[in-house]
């Protein structure tokens, strides 16, 4: 019984944190090019295992649903779904990555989350907003889905890469686990 609340506990903490982070920063969580501060909670997948991966895809759900009621008047079920499905699948692959290893390979495993949630959230992102077909950034001429995937990858890399790992460290030395 202890461990099927803990798991809840887990996925729901982590579910709420994420929502919450991303409606209160809305204006930084959406459009194309974003810096989404909840993406830092990705790489705690990697120290919480499945019930993280959970929790964070119904939390970016939830955000997402809520964010766009909030700043578009109306959800779109791509972004709602297409965003959980990313979360999903970028937790539990760094959660196979860098549950068994050492910080490089934690590391590794939010390059990863990074990688995935940039080319899935960047290419429908691309669609969903009716982006124009190329966009000139520093009088550089970049393809729109270029530029759209640019944008979601520096913020992912902020979020995940930086701040997330660094967070998922201090978890790790605050909960008292080793490397194996």
């Given at each position: 019984?202890?461990?099927?609340?803990?798991?809840?506990?887990?996925?729901?903490?982590?579910?709420?944190?994420?929502?919450?982070?991303?409606?209160?920063?809305?204006p930084?969580?959406?459009?194309?090019?974003?810096?989404?501060?909840?993406?830092?909670l990705?790489?705690l997948?990697?120290?919480?295992g499945?019930?993280?991966?959970?929790g964070?895809?119904?939390?970016?759900?939830?955000?997402?649903?809520?964010g766009g009621?909030?700043?578009?008047?109306?959800?779109s079920?791509?972004d709602?779904?297409?965003g959980?499905?990313?979360?999903?699948?970028?937790?539990?692959?760094?959660?196979?990555?860098?549950?068994?290893?050492?910080?490089?390979?934690?590391?590794?495993?939010t390059?990863?989350?990074?990688?995935?949630?940039?080319?899935?959230?960047?290419?429908?992102?691309?669609?969903?907003?009716?982006?124009?077909?190329?966009?000139?950034?520093?009088?550089?001429?970049?393809p729109?889905?270029?530029?759209?995937?640019?944008?979601?990858?520096i913020?992912?890399?902020?979020?995940i890469?930086?701040?997330?790992?660094?967070l998922?460290?201090?978890?790790?030395?605050?909960?008292?686990?080793?490397?194996?």
């Open positions: 019984m202890k461990t099927k609340a803990k798991t809840l506990a887990i996925s729901s903490i982590l579910a709420s944190l994420y929502a919450v982070l991303v409606v209160i920063l809305a930084f969580s959406f459009l194309p090019f974003q810096l989404r501060v909840a993406d830092a990705l790489p997948s990697i120290v919480f499945t019930p993280a991966a959970y964070l895809s119904i939390g970016c759900a939830v955000a997402n649903y809520a009621l909030i700043l578009f008047g109306g959800a079920v791509i709602v779904t297409g959980a499905a990313a979360n999903f699948l970028a937790c539990y692959l760094a959660w196979l990555i860098g549950r068994h290893g050492g910080m490089m390979r934690r590391f590794a495993a390059l990863v989350q990074t990688t995935v949630v940039t080319l899935i959230v960047g290419s429908y992102l691309w669609v969903l907003v009716g982006m124009p077909s190329s966009y000139n950034i520093l009088g550089l001429e970049l729109g889905l270029l530029a759209v995937v640019l944008g979601v990858a913020g992912s890399v902020l979020a890469n930086v701040m997330g790992f660094a998922e460290e201090a978890v790790r030395r605050t909960l008292y686990i080793t490397d194996k």
